[in-house]
């Protein structure tokens, strides 16, 4: 099992930025794919970008990819979100998720989950 650690949110005005951390231990995740994940209130966990820890290959969510960005940083086994131009509806709960040997944008092929970070953006 991966064990994983957000930290980061908070609350930010409408056309501000956060970075989101994940810190990552466990089992071998070198190789595995990290994702982060999102969930508004009454409503679905959501993909938002996901990258390929080895060789840092990543996939976006076509909505959010000129926003939103994944990195990772491999000597401290971190891997960040970097939010750029927030918008009222990006507040949700965050999540960063380990797993697959590729990156995905399923929930279901994701098994190692961390606790949320919460990001509220006001208008």
């Known amino acids: 099992q991966v064990q994983l650690v957000e930290s980061g949110g908070g609350l930010v005005q409408a056309g501000g930025s956060l970075r989101l951390s994940c810190a990552v231990s466990?089992?071998?995740?070198?190789?595995?794919?990290m994702g982060w994940f999102r969930q508004a209130p009454g409503k679905g966990r959501e993909f938002v970008t996901a990258i390929k820890w080895s060789n840092g290959v990543t996939y976006n969510r076509d909505s959010m990819k000129d926003r939103f960005t994944i990195s990772r940083d491999n000597a401290k086994n971190m891997v960040y979100l970097q939010m750029n131009s927030l918008k009222p509806e990006d507040t949700a709960v965050y999540y960063c998720?380990?797993?697959?040997?590729?990156?995905?944008?399923?929930?279901?092929?994701?098994?190692?989950w961390g606790q949320g970070t919460q990001v509220t953006v006001s208008s």
């Open positions: 466990g089992r071998t995740f070198s190789r595995t794919a």
């Open positions: 998720a380990a797993g697959p040997s590729f990156p995905t944008a399923r929930v279901v092929d994701y098994d190692s």
